[in-house]
């Protein structure tokens, strides 16, 4: 299984970019890497994810190092509805998702 | 992407007896799974529920305590049986489509054993 290390939490002022790192040093040549959030009470959200190369979309964009062991989620502006558990994941092989414990992202007014 | 309803969204059980779970996909998909969150925790991988035979249980769950039916591409249900406290928890269905695709996540069942 492709583990993943995360910080346990963070801070972020608002209006300001939000950078989460992430480690997945075990993470094998075809193995997706995944972002998800949780906001309190609600299921995980899909955020974004990739391979090899860096990604954008609406909501974020992930950079991926070039020897695959780690990325960072990146939220240009984070707003106080930005507030959550951020997961970090990397799919098994299966299909299927191993969530680790994530990095609670407190945004700050 | 493909939206779950899952029902109910929350309930108060009492010990020895079941509860099941359904989990609806507004469209066809191919891999559906079932993880328990348990307070304060993470969230973990129960099993994989797979259309036309039997699921496939993680490590530590069994069959005959989480019984698991998926019907078709677009369904399935997760029962909770006879009931303790140590099964209280968030019992969360999510749906995968294609090799590299999005997952999706229902809102979750708040179960309370009491």
């Known amino acids: 299984d492709a583990k993943t290390t995360q910080p346990p939490s963070m801070d972020c002022a608002e209006g300001r970019a939000a950078n989460l790192p992430c480690n997945h040093s075990t993470i094998s040549g075809n193995e997706y890497v995944y972002w998800y959030r949780q906001i309190h009470s609600q299921g995980p959200q899909y955020i974004i994810h990739?391979?090899?190369n860096n990604e954008t979309n609406e909501m974020a964009s992930l950079i991926i190092t070039e020897d695959r062991k780690s990325s960072t989620l990146i939220l240009p502006h984070a707003t106080l509805r930005d507030t959550a558990v951020y997961y970090c994941?990397?799919?098994?092989?299966?299909?299927?998702?191993?969530f680790g414990t994530g990095t609670r992202l407190t945004v700050i007014p | 992407s493909a939206v779950i309803s899952q029902k109910p969204s929350r309930d108060i059980c009492q010990r020895g007896t079941s509860l099941t779970i359904q989990c609806q996909v507004d469209s066809q998909v191919t891999m559906m799974f079932w993880y328990r969150q348990q307070p304060g925790q993470s969230l973990t991988l129960i099993a994989t529920?797979?259309?036309?035979?039997?699921?496939?249980?993680e490590s530590g769950f069994v069959i005959d305590k989480f019984p698991i039916s998926r019907p078709n591409l677009t369904f399935s249900t997760l029962t909770v049986s006879n009931m303790s406290p140590e099964d209280s928890s968030i019992y969360l269905c999510?749906?995968?489509?294609?090799?590299?695709?999005?997952?999706?996540f229902g809102s979750g069942t708040r179960l309370t054993v009491v």
């Open positions: 994941i990397g799919e098994t092989g299966a299909n299927n998702l191993f």
């Open positions: 999510s749906a995968a489509w294609g090799p590299v695709g999005g997952y999706t």
């Open positions: 990739g391979l090899k």
């Open positions: 529920a797979n259309q036309g035979s039997e699921a496939t249980y």
